[in-house]
């Protein structure tokens, strides 16, 4: 999973940040019942949450205005498929995401920190090369 972060573009209004989840599905075989649990230190800093397919990467708990966490479910995904969603959240918060899915179980280890400056633009997620067994 990644977590692009966008502090302060010229498109959101001052004081929140982008950020955006990207699971993809790195192996040869369909991954299933994924869940990703974003949580912030502090009540009240999730101000928005929306997906580019919102029947594939649900909203299964949270997610509402002003809360702190939000839970989304992926009921599968194909080899090299990816399913994103974005958060508008206060910046300068603590946060705290966890993926967790059937065939990998919990992994801790796979988050991506990047962070962008500027304009506000989607980009595709990196290719990434398997590695033979």
Same mark, same amino acid.
Not at 89 to 102: C, G, H, M, R, Y
């Given at each position: 999973?990644?977590?692009?972060?966008?502090?302060?573009?010229?498109?959101?209004?001052?004081?929140? =940040?982008?950020? $955006?989840? $990207?699971? +993809?599905? +790195?192996?040869?075989?369909?991954?299933?019942?994924?869940?990703?649990?974003?949580?912030?230190?502090?009540?009240?800093?999730?101000?928005?949450? $929306?997906?580019?397919?919102?029947?594939?990467?649900?909203?299964? +708990?949270?997610?509402?205005?002003?809360?702190?966490?939000?839970?989304?479910?992926?009921?599968?995904?194909?080899?090299?498929?990816?399913?994103?969603?974005?958060?508008?959240?206060?910046?300068?918060?603590?946060?705290?995401?966890?993926?967790?899915?059937?065939? =990998?179980?919990?992994?801790?280890?796979?988050?991506?920190?990047?962070?962008?400056f500027g304009e $506000?633009?989607?980009?595709?997620?990196?290719?990434?090369?398997?590695?033979?067994?």
């Amino acid at each position: 999973m990644q977590l692009p972060l966008t502090f302060n573009p010229k498109a959101l209004r001052p004081g929140l =940040c982008l950020v $955006t989840l $990207t699971c +993809q599905n +790195q192996g040869t075989g369909v991954d299933e019942n994924i869940k990703i649990d974003f949580r912030i230190e502090k009540k009240g800093m999730l101000h928005n949450v $929306t997906s580019e397919y919102p029947n594939r990467m649900e909203v299964i +708990q949270g997610g509402a205005p002003s809360s702190s966490y939000v839970s989304f479910a992926i009921r599968n995904l194909l080899p090299n498929e990816y399913q994103s969603a974005s958060l508008l959240i206060t910046d300068n918060v603590p946060f705290e995401a966890k993926l967790w899915s059937q065939n =990998c179980g919990s992994s801790p280890e796979v988050f991506i920190f990047d962070v962008l400056f500027g304009e $506000t633009e989607k980009v595709p997620p990196p290719k990434f090369k398997e590695q033979p067994l």
